[in-house]
Structure formats: structure tokens, C-alpha cells
């Protein structure tokens, strides 16, 4: 192999199972893959997770935990690709996507929304499936959560030599993650920060707006609640 096969074989590995093929070729065609440290990005962040999951998953055996999470995952990951997002990390029943890295899109505020809405519309198609697979929950509601955030933070390679992961760190990422926790005050499936909806452009429908105690954070965070976009061409 050359080099430049080389470098794109490693490309491939390293982001195959993250985002789209389309991204990649992004990538490879920008001749400037990410590089080995940490760079500085205006992203937008997506944290989504499933409503009482714990009470949830107490009601079935482990392997059909396992079951209902890779169908539900296979499902809103197939969401999050179709709009230039990353898949950033799984945490239990929590996904974490980044749009607007590792190849930059200027509509990533946008993309990110309109994920968030084709999220929830997965999740009460899901709930279907749910009940049909597993009749002992046919009286049990899905329901996710998903909170968003836009705004500068470090991307890049970032662990040990033993296990290096791409990834995306700071105080963009603590916000969005706050923001999901918030949906459970505000009572709704999706909250996004005034700075999103602000960087989405026109079109996008907002629903109440509430004022989010971040930790950290010494003025609050004003969140509004998403009821989806104007227009399809997202």
C-alpha cells in the first residue's frame, strides 16, 4: 500500500462505524484528515436518552435488555448518519451524536434539529415493535428525551496509546448533556438552547421556554422546547 492508501484505510477504521460513507468521503476528498491532537470546532452537540429505563429494563431478562437496545439504537443511529451526525458514544441507554465534526457543516444546528424530531418519531414507531416483541410491556410507554447544544469544543483524538478514541470534549458537550437531564422538568421530548435554534435559521417550531440552571454555568441556559421544522428539506 502507499501512503495515501494507507492514510485512507486508516480513515475508514477509524471512523467506518461513526458516520455516514458519505462523510467519509468528505473527509478523504478534503485531503485534510483530522488531525492526530485536538482541534477547535463550532459543533452541535445531541444527547438522547430512554425515559425510565432502569424500571424498564427490571421487567426483562439481560439478553432481551441487550435486544431491545441494538434494535432501538439500530433505529435512531440510521437517523443520526442520514444527517451528517457522529455517533459519539454509547453510555447504557444514552447515545451521544456530534454534527458539524469531523467534517464541518455549516448547517449542523439544523441537522441536529431535525435529528432530535426524526428521533422521537423512531421512538413512538418503536414502541410498536416494543410491545409486540415483548407483550409483558404492552402497557409500558416509550419515550426518549433529547437535549441539544451549539457552540465551540475541542475534537479530536483523544485517550491513551493504548486506546485512542475520537471524541469530542467541553463545555458545549456538559450543556447539551444538561439539556437532555432538563426535558424531564420541562415536561417535553425535546429541548434545545436559544443558541441552536438561533443558528438552525427560520422555520424551526418552538413550544415554551424555560430558563436551565446549568452546574457550572453562573447564568442560566434559556431552553426551548422543539416541536419540529417548517419545512422537509432538512
Not at 9 to 32: D, M, P, Q
Not at 43 to 70: G, M
Request: hydrophobic letters at 45%; charged letters at 20%; aromatic letters at 6%.
Amino acid at each position: 500500500l502507499t501512503r495515501g492508501e494507507r492514510e485512507k484505510a486508516h480513515i475508514r477504521h477509524a471512523f467506518g462505524k461513526y458516520v455516514s460513507e458519505t462523510a467519509i468521503e468528505g473527509i478523504l476528498a478534503s485531503g485534510a484528515p483530522p488531525a492526530p491532537g485536538g482541534s477547535l470546532a463550532t459543533v452541535t452537540i445531541l444527547f438522547s436518552d430512554i425515559r425510565n429505563f432502569t424500571t424498564l429494563s427490571e421487567k426483562l431478562s439481560a439478553q432481551e435488555v441487550v435486544e431491545l437496545l441494538n434494535a432501538y439504537f439500530s433505529k435512531v443511529c440510521e437517523i443520526i448518519l442520514a444527517h451528517g451526525g457522529m455517533i459519539d458514544k454509547f453510555i447504557g441507554d444514552a447515545v451521544m451524536a456530534v454534527f458539524g465534526a469531523p467534517l464541518a457543516d455549516p448547517h449542523h444546528a439544523r441537522q441536529a434539529l431535525a435529528t432530535a424530531v426524526g428521533m422521537i418519531d423512531a421512538a413512538n414507531e418503536f414502541q410498536g415493535w416494543m410491545h409486540t416483541r415483548f407483550p409483558s410491556l404492552v402497557d409500558w410507554e416509550f419515550r426518549i428525551g433529547v437535549g441539544l447544544h451549539s457552540g465551540p469544543a475541542v475534537v479530536g483524538n483523544i485517550g491513551s496509546r493504548q486506546r485512542l478514541d475520537f471524541t469530542v470534549i467541553g463545555d458545549t458537550v456538559n450543556t447539551a448533556s444538561r439539556l437532555e437531564g432538563f426535558t424531564k422538568e420541562m415536561g417535553c421530548p425535546v429541548v434545545a438552547s436559544q443558541t441552536v435554534v438561533d443558528m438552525a435559521g427560520p422555520g424551526i417550531l418552538t413550544g415554551r421556554r424555560e430558563l436551565a440552571h446549568v452546574k457550572g454555568k453562573s447564568e442560566p441556559v434559556p431552553a426551548l422546547e422543539i416541536l419540529g421544522l417548517a419545512d422537509n428539506n432538512s
